[in-house]
RNA sequence: CGGGAGAUGGCAGAGCGGUUGAAUGCACUGGUCUUGAAAACCAGCGAGGGUCAUACCUCCGGGAGUUCGAAUCUCCCUCUCCCGGCCA
């Protein structure tokens, strides 16, 4: 969520950041209004519960002095009509209210550059160069045509569309790469963990997920846990309604964990192989940081993701996303795309975000600073996608043959 | 899924329907003492909103109710723990 008061207070340099985002200006005019308004009516209505208990203290020596309580209590009783009557006044407004700012997206950095769409976003740089082949490189599931690595046919039949089995060969260099992300993590000073696959609407609205992208996600009928679209969810909410202290930030976090996306707004994209699936697995790097080491502890993500892929000899670019391709709840984002040469393209393989103090404003995820309490920043990053990472290695590995090399970091993994 | 107990500040643990935002202990922070530390003693020590700062308001799992007044009484929900069944 964004600093409602910060918005109230500067509203002009809020609107204009925001454009970036393309926000209906309009709306956080409203915003502005309804906050300022439910400020009054809550000052009102605290005016009269001062006034209420006041009174009230006074009948218990009213009743020991033997005066006459009729007359307060008459006085109690109009007061507190006029309470109930102000008390619904401010659960509307902060209902309506919350229901406007939930929906409105982080602000962007200043370091953001403008733009609508991916073809705005600007390549920070190029890592290793793509490999030259003294033959037509293939695609991964033409590599694999008979399905000895990877069985869609199979997946549909378990599941349904989007759903894959991987088998031999593939199924090891899945558990391969899962443990050398983990290992190397490690090294890089991110703590392991192990976290539920399921998590409740709390957990969702504390990393952005919810309200507003409900249709993006599993739901577990009846029950209102969602299956988690990214491990940045469960790992980020560890630490929901907390107050940390300020000498154990920076926390950083790595986790394995299978994630589920509906992909309801991609139909007809990527249908072939197994680039976009309803579930995939992921190590995710989630950091929280106090504000002002938070660019430092971005980089440090950004460079352990893209260490990672030059660990595994995969060659891939960093770009800088621009203010309409950015994410919800991103305030600054920078995608990793890998080498497809197959695709004869660069995909998107991970992606690294600064939220800044959004995420932890609905989380509620704090530390102390001397004597307050201040919001930490949350920052989150693939550190790879596992199943793009095995479609890039089967790529990048391919021979004429059509057999599939094994990195080297990996072949410790896979003995 | 069936039976019992419970949910209070970082933890432990009191709390008659009326200055209780909450005793006490531990932990923590500052100070005195000490060469230093420990011990001892003194002081401070929940959160959110609000204010220049005070005042002031709200919060004792969540919601509804009784009452002039609820952490304290009633109802519902959720969660936790113990017993039984089922089962990785």
């Avoid at 990527?270 to 190590?283: A, E, L, N, S, W």
């Amino acid at each position: 969520m964004i600093d409602l008061k910060a918005l109230q207070n500067n509203f002009e340099a809020v609107s204009q950041k925001l454009k970036k985002k393309k926000i209906d200006a309009a709306l956080l005019e409203l915003l502005k209004e309804e906050s300022l308004q439910l400020k009054e009516k809550r000052n009102l209505l605290e005016q009269l519960q001062a006034d209420q208990n006041a009174k009230s203290k006074l009948f218990p020596i009213y009743k020991k002095e033997g005066k006459d309580i009729a007359e307060l209590k008459s006085q109690l009783d109009q007061n507190k009509e006029k309470i109930t009557a102000q008390q619904e006044v401010v659960r509307l407004l902060e209902e309506k209210l919350s229901e406007i700012a939930l929906g409105v997206p982080n602000i962007p950095d200043d370091s953001v550059p403008e733009g609508s769409d991916e073809e705005d976003n600007i390549e920070l740089k190029k890592v290793l160069d793509t490999p030259v082949f003294d033959f037509a490189p293939k695609e991964h599931w033409d590599l694999d045509s008979n399905q000895e690595w990877i069985d869609f046919e199979r997946g549909v039949k378990l599941t349904k569309s989007r759903f894959s089995v991987l088998k031999n060969d593939a199924a090891r260099l899945e558990r391969a790469l899962v443990n050398f992300m983990l290992d190397f993590n490690r090294s890089r000073g991110f703590d392991e963990v192990s976290v539920p696959f399921i998590a409740n609407q709390d957990s969702l609205k504390g990393t952005g997920q919810l309200p507003k992208f409900e249709d993006d996600l599993f739901k577990i009928e009846g029950e209102n846990l969602y299956l988690i679209p990214t491990a940045e969810v469960p790992v980020t909410n560890l630490f929901r309604d907390e107050i940390l202290t300020a000498d154990e930030l920076p926390i950083k976090l790595t986790s394995y964990t299978a994630c589920f996306r509906k992909e309801a707004g991609s139909a007809g994209r990527d249908t072939r192989g197994m680039i976009r699936q309803h579930q995939f697995g992921k190590v995710e790097l989630v950091a929280l940081a106090k504000p002002e080491e938070s660019d430092q502890v971005f980089d440090d993500m950004l460079s352990c993701a893209s260490d990672l892929l030059t660990a595994l000899g995969l060659p891939h670019r960093l770009v800088m996303l621009c203010g309409g391709d950015l994410g919800f709840g991103a305030a600054k984002t920078v995608d990793i795309e890998v080498w497809l040469p197959g695709q004869n393209r660069y995909r998107e393989i991970s992606s690294v975000s600064n939220t800044r103090d959004f995420q932890a404003r609905r989380a509620m995820i704090r530390y102390k600073d001397g004597k307050k309490n201040r919001l930490v920043h949350t920052l989150n990053g693939s550190s790879l996608a596992i199943g793009r990472t095995l479609i890039a290695v089967m790529e990048n590995y391919q021979k004429r043959d059509g057999t599939i090399a094994i990195p080297e970091v990996l072949k410790k993994y896979m003995q």
